[in-house]
């Protein structure tokens, strides 16, 4: 028996579940909101979630990845994830649930030796996601934390304009001590 094949014969139903529990983190409307709503345009979350998720699980159950794969499915999902108000373990967490889903699959051959290699594999193969998934959260997280400082500091240099402290607004790059060093030579 080959648990990639029966694996994939039940992909649609184990993606479902695998979605079903993404979406759960998210309030009672909105994943009602994801799951029902199949208009791309109208649900760019759920749409991303889903397609990002099937992407996913063609890698996961594979004995060796696509490492270029792998990083883009999980880069649509942490890039969402990283701009929600979830802990880090919530954001990333989507990994670990895909493992029981499987195991359930593939319980009734346990012991069988070649499902208990398989799942010996798809150990490894979640840790790696998981590790990658880490990776690609830290980045958005530093992203987004910039965004915030940048846009922080440009309401600054238009409040020091607005107020007379400086006369026009500084061009992008220059920090506020050299603009008030050279306020003050004037």
């Known amino acids: 028996m080959n648990p990639q094949t029966l694996l994939l014969e039940k992909r649609k139903e184990i993606v479902n579940q695998w979605f079903d529990e993404?979406?759960?983190a998210y309030s009672e409307d909105g994943?009602?909101?994801?799951k029902k709503t199949k208009d791309p345009f109208a649900n760019p979350v759920g749409r991303t979630l889903y397609r990002c998720l099937n992407e996913l699980f063609d890698e996961v159950i594979k004995t060796d990845m696509d490492k270029a794969a792998v990083e883009?499915?999980?880069d649509g999902i942490v890039r969402i994830q990283s701009v929600q108000e979830f802990q880090p373990s919530d954001a990333i967490g989507f990994?670990?649930?895909i493992k029981p889903?499987?195991?359930q699959r593939l319980k009734r051959y346990g012991?069988?030796?070649a499902v208990k290699k398989y799942l010996t594999a798809l150990d490894?193969?979640?840790e790696r996601l998981l590790r990658k998934a880490f990776d690609l959260y830290m980045g958005c997280r530093q992203k987004v934390f910039l965004f915030r400082a940048n846009q922080s500091r440009d309401r600054v240099r238009q409040l020091l304009v607005k107020k007379g402290?400086?006369?026009e607004i500084p061009e992008k790059g220059d920090n506020l001590e050299d603009i008030t060093a050279k306020s003050d030579n004037k």
């Open 22 to 24: 993404v979406i759960a």
């Open 31 to 34: 994943a009602k909101f994801f």
């Open 72 to 74: 883009n499915a999980i």
């Open 95 to 97: 990994i670990f649930t």
């Open 101 to 103: 889903t499987i195991s």
């Open 111 to 113: 012991d069988d030796t």
């Open 124 to 126: 490894a193969n979640i």
């Open 165 to 167: 402290y400086i006369e």
